[in-house]
């Protein structure tokens, strides 16, 4: 049997002597769950062990086919290209290896799951009900990035986590380098006349920009006494971040890189979606065409989903 490829686990890198931390224990813990694969994890920048360490140390376990998966939400420029550049360069530096590279993590529907939960925990036992949903309305905080695409995906897991959950409406604001900011997402909630508001951070784990979103939202709930607003707590390593790593780690090894299947109807149970799973996809005309032009419109027609 030949050995299953390596797993390396590729960071951001963070100041935050905690974060980091939780970003290696998160390490540790993938290497408990799957004693017959040689796990390790680096940095980009700012934290230790560097990324060259992490491809080192699985070299010197005697592998030399690894998968690289991006412990990130959102692709913007580190995943985009300082860890494929830094792929590179380890191929360089230890002829003979090659890797495969999985996606970033969201907006998969397991971590929509506990961000829901995340909103449930800061609302309080007696505040899950319908209508309690009904009146909150939630602040996504994601870090931010100059890569508009970036940016648009933290847009996409706001939607997602709105549909079918019954909470008023979910906005988005940035922590840095993107508009709106922290205290102008949190006027634009209270300009659509939100009462009550959670600002539920859009990050893996604990540090310095989480720790600034809720400074900033405490700063401006000083300011607003007529809004109650809660902050809500980071994804952290649960369990569907463990099962959620192996999932990318698999994908990658199959070449089953799809497209944006992770969060369609057709294939994912999604809240108030149920009923959609599995439908057959066939094509369908759209009553504004004009009719007799011969263009047949296909919905997911010859993608993936034929499955």
């Given amino acids: 049997m030949t050995t299953p490829p390596a797993l390396l686990i590729a960071g951001h890198g963070t100041r935050d002597e905690a974060g980091a931390e939780a ?10 769950r799957n004693p017959a694969l040689p796990v390790a994890g680096g940095f980009i920048e700012l934290s230790p062990p560097p990324l060259t360490d992490a491809v080192a140390e699985l070299v010197g376990q005697g592998a030399s086919r690894f998968v690289a998966v991006p412990l990130m939400l959102v692709s913007a420029g580190h995943a985009k290209g300082d860890i494929p550049a830094a792929l590179a360069r380890e191929k360089e530096r230890h ?11 969201g907006p998969h529907p397991q971590l929509l799951k506990v961000l829901e939960r995340r909103l449930d925990e800061a609302l ?22 100059t890569d508009p695409d970036a940016n648009a995906e933290v847009h996409k897991a706001a939607r997602l986590l709105w549909e079918g959950r019954g909470f008023a409406g979910v906005e988005t604001a940035f922590v840095s380098l993107a508009a709106p900011d922290v205290p102008s997402g949190l006027d634009r909630c209270l300009k659509l006349g939100a009462r009550r508001i959670v600002v539920l951070p859009y990050f893996l784990f604990t540090g310095i920009l989480p720790d600034r979103v809720r400074q900033q939202t405490e700063g401006w709930a000083l300011a607003h006494p007529e809004a109650e607003v809660l902050s809500a707590d980071v ?4 369990e569907e971040l463990v099962d959620l790593v192996m999932e990318r780690y698999r994908e990658a090894i199959e070449g089953d890189l799809r497209m944006n299947c992770d969060t369609c109807v057709y294939r994912i149970a999604l809240p108030g979606f149920e009923d959609k799973v599995g439908l057959p996809q066939q094509p ?18 010859g993608h993936a989903h034929a499955h």
């Fill in 95 to 105: 002829p003979g290896v090659s890797y495969r590279y999985g996606r970033p993590l």
């Fill in 23 to 32: 970003f290696r224990d998160f390490v540790r813990e993938l290497g408990r």
């Fill in 235 to 238: 994804i952290g390593p649960t």
């Fill in 284 to 301: 369908h005309h759209h009553p504004d065409d004009p009719s007799g032009d011969g263009h047949h419109h296909h919905h997911h027609g």
């Fill in 124 to 145: 309080g036992e007696g505040a899950r009900t319908p209508s309690d949903r009904a009146k909150t309305t939630v602040l996504l905080v994601g870090r931010g990035s």
